[in-house]
């Protein structure tokens, strides 16, 4: 299973984003899907789960996923508003499975920069 992530960009401070994340097949047995960022020289951080509900920046971020029946891919968002310059970072989806282990996509980034 590859996971893309896209929507990064440029943006100035105060704009807005949303990254999706598309994997290549539907998955079965997800236990959680978030986001997670990397800003330079520092840790990969968490930034949001969907299922146990977990957000980094409550006020400004928000996770969802695409729920429609009969859809043959996973697709998960976040929407990011009020962009800091301290947002700066390369964003990362995850998905964890009970059975299949986790699936990392290969990150997007985000420069929040006037």
């Known amino acids: 299973v590859q996971l893309q992530a896209s929507g990064g960009g440029l943006v100035q401070p105060g704009g807005s984003l949303r990254l999706s994340c598309v994997t290549s097949?539907?998955?079965?047995?997800?236990?959680?899907m978030g986001w997670y960022r990397q800003a330079p020289g520092k840790q990969r951080e968490l930034v949001a789960t969907?299922?146990?509900?977990?957000?980094r920046m409550k006020d400004r971020f928000t996770i969802s996923r695409d729920t429609a029946g009969g859809r043959v891919q996973e697709t998960m968002y976040l929407q990011m508003n009020n962009l800091k310059p301290e947002d700066t970072a390369v964003y990362y989806c995850?998905?964890?499975?009970?059975?299949?282990?986790?699936?990392w996509g290969q990150g997007t980034l985000v420069t929040v920069s006037s």
């Open positions: 969907l299922n146990s509900g977990y957000s």
């Open positions: 995850k998905i964890d499975t009970y059975l299949s282990g986790d699936y």
């Open positions: 097949k539907r998955i079965s047995g997800i236990k959680d």
